[in-house]
């Protein structure tokens, strides 16, 4: 094998990484939630971590949700991001996403009665966090 033909490989995989980079940023462009999702969310960011937390430990959930769960404090944690900060709006708004995603699919899977039951923090708090995951407000 050709020196040429390794660079060729790696500049295939090196350019799919890209598109598959700006395909994300597109997609979480035209998903994005308006202004007050994300105020929401990033001003409700210690309590929203607690009760991923605490939905992650829960054994009563199905194990694919609490596997869901710990992969996003995964991602959370780590200190660079899929999106950089220095992108308008969606820059510090893919947290955000990621989060009210990642609640979606596990109020889907596991109901929205476990987001009642282990969250740490306010009712409006909790309000916030249900319109977050597309949930209808608790009367």
């Excluded at 295939?12 to 598109?19: A, D, E, F, T």
């Excluded at 035209?30 to 105020?39: A, E, G, K, N, Y």
């Amino acid at each position: 094998m050709t020196a040429s033909w390794w660079w060729s490989a790696v500049a295939g995989v090196v350019g799919g990484v890209v598109l598959l980079w700006i395909a994300l940023i597109v997609a979480l462009w035209f998903v994005r939630p308006d202004d007050l999702r994300i105020r929401d969310a990033l001003r409700l960011l210690p309590d929203l971590v607690l009760l991923l937390r605490r939905l992650a430990g829960d054994r009563t959930l199905p194990r694919g949700v609490r596997i869901r769960l710990w992969l996003l404090l995964v991602y959370l944690a780590m200190p660079f991001d899929l999106v950089p900060d220095f992108i308008p709006v969606i820059g510090y708004a893919d947290d955000a996403v990621i989060v009210a995603f990642a609640l979606r699919s596990v109020t889907r899977r596991a109901g929205p009665a476990a987001l009642d039951r282990h969250w740490p923090g306010s009712p409006d708090g909790l309000a916030a966090v249900r319109r977050l995951a597309s949930l209808p407000a608790v009367s």
